[in-house]
């Protein structure tokens, strides 16, 4: 049973007369500990088919089903609740908050997930994610201090630290160039099958992923 499946999902925007179909009708689902990577050119929709399938935007037609519930038919405060336990997200830039570090821009996306633990397990659990990214060493930067692969090691990390269940990607390594984009693809694929994720990226460019995930 997937975890997470979009069903005839339809968007039309309306402007003045003009009337746009988005997206006509998406089926997908996806499994835990599997990447699904969706390619389409430049204004085919992806982003507003990741952000209806996170809650974010309201759909034309269609269910967006989580764990056999709609999410398209719940309350905003119920999406919320579901978003902030159960998803993860990154998308082309890191957008770390440029006055926390490292540690800190983690520690808050535990307060938002309204974590359980206390503030001394919250660094330990803060450490064990950044050493999975290889980040721990920089745990005190803030984030003018890092490279552009850094910064997204340390937002995938703000987005997995609550162990999500569904990760959205929206073109995760679109900023950077080849070879970082390759350990960036490597790291979303180790973090998907350690933590069994089910993981939907989205991408207008399909050779990094092949080449990474072969
Ligand atoms: N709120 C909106 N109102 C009207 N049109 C919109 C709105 N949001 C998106 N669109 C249009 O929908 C189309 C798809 O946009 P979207 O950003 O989803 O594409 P995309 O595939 O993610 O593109 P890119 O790869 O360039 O980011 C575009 O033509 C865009 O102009």
Do not use: C, W
Request: hydrophobic residues 40%; glycine residues 6%.
């Amino acid at each position: 049973m997937s975890i997470f499946k979009i069903e005839e999902l339809r968007k039309t925007f309306t402007n003045g007369e003009v009337r746009e179909d988005i997206l006509k009708g998406i089926n997908l689902s996806l499994e835990e500990g599997e990447i699904t990577a969706l390619v389409g050119a430049s204004g085919s929709g992806k982003s507003t088919l990741l952000s209806i399938a996170a809650g974010l935007q309201s759909a034309s037609e269609g269910q967006v089903i989580f764990e056999e519930k709609n999410l398209l038919d719940m309350s905003p405060t119920q999406v919320r609740k579901i978003r902030a336990s159960s998803f993860g997200f990154v998308f082309q830039f890191a957008h770390l908050i440029p006055f926390l570090t490292v540690e800190e821009q983690l520690m808050l996306m535990l307060d938002v997930s309204e974590s359980k633990l206390n503030k001394k397990q919250q660094k330990i659990e803060v450490n064990k994610t950044l050493l999975l990214v290889d980040m721990a060493h920089r745990k005190d930067a803030y984030p003018s201090l890092l490279s552009g692969g850094e910064k997204q090691r340390v937002a995938i990390a703000r987005a997995i630290i609550h162990k999500p269940k569904v990760f959205f990607a929206d073109e995760p390594t679109a900023s950077l160039d080849s070879k970082r984009s390759k350990d960036i693809m490597s790291l979303i694929l180790k973090l998907t099958k350690t933590f069994n994720i089910a993981t939907l990226i989205v991408t207008h460019d399909a050779s990094v992923y092949q080449e990474s995930i072969n």
